[in-house]
Every structure is written in structure tokens, then in C-alpha cells.
């Protein structure tokens, strides 16, 4: 399957650029609350020292919590940091949905070769559409389901990673951590952010792919061509039930057996079928004399 592999080094590429977009964001961010550090840090080293009446260590250490909290207020630092994730998430959801025409083309391209020469076969004098880039635009956007949408606007307006920034934050200040503590916790959220940016990466990838591979079938059998796919499991964190599904074929626009799938990444599908999956969708012609039983070709 030429176009995953081909698909595989675009995306390889596309999480490389995202990597470094939230890179460049946990700088910029760190950067930007210089002051805050300087702060917390006079407090660490006794430059900034609490009232002189509170020489019990309990006190001390409510006053120093509450200093802390109160310059984390001032500063606006999760207000800060988070514009910040969230511009890097904007910039992640151009970089992911700039790529799907890519996926969507070089897919069905491959579709289109497998399907035209079992129609050859079986006998049949139909051409399948070759997509313009602006036809294959129109396909994604008109096609781009909910669950799509909302995790783009997640990465560009992330109430998750806010409230781990706020909770991590909360407990470097009960524990009384300096920077380097505090900015491996920032780190730590930008890291679970970026993984959240690869999921819908990867997500999104499987389903324009399979989405143009079914495609491609749907208009074959509209020519009266006999439509088979095959599910094709990867092994790359595979899901019990997908890798069940491995080898198992239908008619195209029956769903594969004991799921909700008509394909991998099927929109239809609930999330936890779809999200992060790296399964492809293999189609091909049913010849004369051939029947789908059970998931196999007899």
C-alpha cells in the first residue's frame, strides 16, 4: 500500500512541525512570565521575607503559600501560558487540516488503480473520477463531522489542559516548589497538549484515508460494480477489537462484523473506536462466482 506509506512520512513530517510549534510556545510562554520567576525566586532565596511577626514555620508557610498564590494572580501566568497553548493549537489544527487533502488524494488515487483493474477483470468499461484539488477541498469540508470540529476547537481553546495547568499550579504552591519544579509542571501540560494535538493528527488521518478509499468504492458501485472491502489492522496500539476485525471483508457500505464501522475512522462510529486508530481500508471488485460469508471471500 504505497499511499499509507506515503501517507506515513507526510505524517511523520506534520507531527515534527507540531512538535516544534509547541516547543516555541512553552519558550515564548516561560519567557513571558520573567517576572513572576524573578519573584519566585526572591521568595525561594529569603530576598523577599514574610512579616517579621510570623516566626512559627506554620505561618510561614501559609505565608509564602499565599504570596506565591497571590503573584501566580498578579501576573495572570495561567492566562499567560494558556494563550499561548492555545495559538499553538491554531496553528497545529492549519498544520493538520492543510495535510488532509494530501491523505485524501493519494488514497483514492490508490483506490481508483485497485478498483479499475478488478473492473477490467470482471468486465467492466466504467471510468472512476479523478479529483481535482478544489473537488477534493469541497469532499473534506462537506464531510467534516462534529466530533472533527470539536477537537479542532479544543486544541485552539483548551479548557483540559487550563485546569491541569491550574491544578498543577495549585500544587507546586501548596508544596512550596521553586522554578525549576514549576516550569517542569508547565512542560508536563505542553507535553499532554502536544500528544493531544497528534491523537487528532493521527485521528483525522485515518479517517479522510479510508473516507477516499470508501469513496472511490461507493462511486464504483454506483457503475453496478460489486464492491468489496477488507479491513487491514496495522498493530500500531491496536485496539482488541480492531485487531479482531484484521482480514475480515464486506460489501461495501455493510459495517464490519459485531461493529459500528463501515471503515476505520468512521465518523458514524462512537469515539472510542475511531480516536487515535491507524487501521486501512483495503478495497477491491467481487468477481462472478463470489460471495462474502462471514467476513471472508468464498
Not at 53 to 80: A, H, K, M, P
Not at 113 to 132: K, N, V
Not at 163 to 186: K, M
Not at 202 to 226: C, K
Request: charge should be positive; aromatic fraction near 6%; charged fraction near 25%.
Amino acid at each position: 500500500m504505497m499511499a499509507v506509506e506515503a501517507c506515513d512520512t507526510r505524517e511523520a513530517d506534520l507531527l515534527r512541525r507540531i512538535d516544534r510549534i509547541y516547543g516555541d510556545a512553552l519558550r515564548t510562554a516561560i519567557k513571558r512570565q520573567e517576572a513572576f520567576f524573578r519573584k519566585l525566586n526572591d521568595v525561594q532565596t529569603g530576598k523577599i521575607k514574610p512579616p517579621q511577626s510570623y516566626v512559627d514555620t506554620n505561618r510561614v508557610d501559609v505565608w509564602r503559600r499565599g504570596f506565591v498564590s497571590e503573584l501566580i494572580r498578579q501576573n495572570n501566568v495561567i492566562n499567560g501560558i494558556m494563550d499561548e497553548l492555545d495559538r499553538a493549537g491554531v496553528r497545529a489544527v492549519a498544520e493538520i487540516r492543510a495535510e488532509l487533502p494530501e491523505y485524501y488524494t493519494l488514497n483514492r488515487d490508490e483506490a481508483r488503480a485497485i478498483l479499475q483493474s478488478g473492473m477490467r477483470t470482471a468486465g467492466f468499461d466504467g471510468t472512476l473520477t479523478q479529483m481535482t484539488r478544489r473537488q477534493v477541498e469541497t469532499i473534506i469540508s462537506d464531510t467534516e463531522s462534529p466530533f472533527s470540529r470539536l477537537a479542532y476547537n479544543n486544541l485552539g481553546q483548551n479548557p483540559v489542559a487550563r485546569r491541569r495547568l491550574q491544578n498543577q499550579l495549585a500544587q507546586a504552591t501548596i508544596l512550596g516548589e521553586g522554578q525549576p519544579e514549576i516550569i517542569r509542571r508547565i512542560r508536563a501540560v505542553t507535553g499532554q497538549t502536544y500528544a493531544q494535538a497528534k491523537r487528532v493528527a493521527q485521528t483525522e488521518r485515518t479517517r479522510v484515508q479510508s473516507q477516499a478509499r470508501y469513496d472511490a468504492g461507493a462511486e464504483a458501485m454506483a457503475l453496478g460494480v460489486a464492491v468489496i472491502n477488507t479491513w487491514s489492522t496495522r498493530m500500531v496500539n491496536s485496539r482488541d477489537s480492531h485487531i479482531r476485525l484484521n482480514g475480515k471483508t464486506v460489501l461495501q457500505g455493510d459495517y464490519f462484523p459485531n461493529s459500528q464501522l463501515r471503515y476505520p475512522g468512521d465518523p458514524t462510529a462512537p469515539a472510542r473506536e475511531v480516536v487515535n486508530c491507524h487501521c486501512v481500508l483495503v478495497p477491491d471488485v467481487l468477481m462472478d462466482g463470489q460471495q462474502v460469508v462471514d467476513g471472508m471471500v468464498i
